[in-house]
Structure formats: C-alpha cells, structure tokens
C-alpha cells in the first residue's frame, strides 16, 4: 500500500509592482493556517518518506510552517511550479523509481494543478466527497491519498481519499 499526500500552498501575498509570482511569501493568515494544518497532520500519525517541494517561496513556507518532522528525503521540483497535473502525478511516479523503498511522498505544489490531480486520482465509487474537496481544493489543505499499488505504478482513479486536512475545519 502506498500513500500521496497533497498539500496546497497556503494564502500567499498579492504581489507587489515588479515582483514575480514565485517570490511571493505567505500573509499572515497563511502562516496561521498552515500551523493549524500542520497540528492536525501530526496529531493523525501520517508521516510522509519523501517531499517534493515546489520552489516557489510560499510553497517552501508552507512546508517550513506545517512542521513535517524529520526523517524525509526533501527535494525541490521545479515541475510542481511550472509543470501541469501530468507532471506532477509523474513526479510521484518517478520519486516511487528513484526511492524504490518509499511507500509514500507528500506534493507541496500549487492549483489548480493540485485539485486537477486529487480528482484524477481518486475513485470515486469508493472514496466518500469530502466537502472542501468538492467545492475547491483550499488553500493550505492536504489530501492523503492511499493505494493498492506501489508509488511507481500508480494510476487516475484508483486511489482511495483516507483523510482531508482543511483550515476552514477549524475555524480559521
């Protein structure tokens, strides 16, 4: 069994004159709703074995502020900030290759890449909706997705949605 841990980076800065997209930083709500994400994904035992990070600043802040405690292998993927779903369901295949013992990784990456991804992945007839799912992969959520098969071989809609970790589910 294998797991693939979706997390959106949380609410970032509108970018000010001059600045790019990726050197935009997280606002202060970020910061707090990755926090409050980051408890609840302690307190449920998930742990991912490695982390493909996008190097985009917020994405990296948000990965700083939910707290993952160590051991990971953490690698920057530069497809999570410029690739689409495609590239980054083949970045969980290729780090399932290239880490053969893995069993699970965790996608810190951006939408609508992120959502388009967790629909495609999950299935459906098994996997009940979960609510902030359904109406938009939120800032700073984090779906863990779990498998039959190993992180290599991974397809579209054979995944099974164990858990959704939301900000707006607690109140922030």
Known sequence: MSQVFLLRHAKALWPSAGQKDFDRALDIAGIEAAKVVGEEFKRSGFRPEIVLCSPAIRARQTL??????????????????????????????????????????????HNPMMEELAIALI??????????????????????????????????????????????????
């Open 123 to 172: 299935d459906q007839a098994k996997s009940p909706a979960h609510p902030d799912l359904v109406s938009g992969f939120p800032t700073a959520g984090l779906a863990v997705i779990s498998f039959e098969a190993p992180l290599a071989e991974i397809n579209p809609g054979t995944g099974m949605l164990q858990a959704f970790f939301s900000p707006a589910e607690h109140h922030l």
């Open 64 to 109: 700083e502020y939910i707290g993952l405690e160590l051991p990971f292998i953490l690698e920057d993927a530069e497809k999570l900030y410029s690739g689409g779903a495609d590239g980054y369901l083949l970045s969980v295949r290729m780090a399932g290759l290239e880490h053969e013992t893995a069993n699970s990784v965790m996608l810190v990456g």
